[in-house]
T-cell receptor
């Protein structure tokens, strides 16, 4: 099935460092989204990048998309302890006249103070 | 959590019992979704609904049922036919923005079946 797969599965960094996580997917997409999940909570939407965009910024977040390689990366600059969470990419699938999203398995980020 | 409520936060049931998880949204969103998340895993789609009185099976619908009688509500019933129901259940809703769906998630219900 079409699914985003994040890499690495887990990442541990010091506060102030940058964190980079990657997402690969299998089929053509219209857009790709990144979400954050704090432990035991729901997901929060971070950023959306459309298939005709190559890079997008939002505060300390930078997302890139390479449709030729079917991959995306999420960069968090100057990380903080509060960034500790799991991060998921989600790719769209249009089936039976409706949109749904396929989520990857996530990257667990731990930022050490 | 974006105007979506799920209740209860924790739910305990005995094996063989059906249980219904509540999901309500006040965002006026047309689409609603149910996902299941197992420890250390991503989200898997159970059911989704684009409009009232209509819903479609997701990737793991077996053992689950839903209804969509009102725009605001999309309850999920975990039936006794679900072989491994213990999991974290997340409800989401979305509207359409230039053909793109950003999803808003509820806080989740953690179901434990013993």
């Amino acid at each position: 099935s079409q699914q985003g797969e994040e890499d690495p599965q887990a990442l541990s960094i010091q506060e102030g460092e940058n964190a980079t996580m990657n997402c690969s997917y299998k089929t053509s997409i219209n857009n790709l989204q990144w979400y954050r999940q704090n432990s035991g909570r729901g997901l929060v939407h971070l950023i959306l990048i459309r298939s005709n965009e190559r890079e997008k910024h939002s505060g300390r977040l930078r997302v890139t998309l390479d449709t030729s390689k079917k991959s995306s990366s999420l960069l968090i600059t100057a990380s903080r302890a509060a960034d500790t969470a799991s991060y998921f990419c989600a790719t769209d699938a249009f089936t039976s006249g409706t949109y749904k999203y396929i989520f990857g398995t996530g990257t667990r980020l731990k930022v050490l103070a | 959590d974006g105007g979506i409520t799920q209740s209860p936060k924790y739910l305990f049931r005995k094996e063989g019992q059906n249980v219904t998880l509540s999901c309500e949204q006040n965002l006026n969103h047309d689409a609603m979704y149910w996902y299941r998340q197992d420890p250390g895993q991503g989200l898997r789609l159970i059911y989704y609904s684009q409009i009232v009185n209509d819903f479609q099976k997701g990737d793991i619908a077996e053992g689950y049922s839903v209804s969509r009688e009102k725009k605001e509500s999309f309850p999920l019933t975990v039936t006794s036919a679900q072989k491994n129901p213990t999991a974290f259940y997340l409800c989401a809703s979305s509207s359409r923005d230039r053909g793109v769906y950003e999803q808003y998630f509820g806080p989740g219900t953690r179901l434990t079946v013993t």
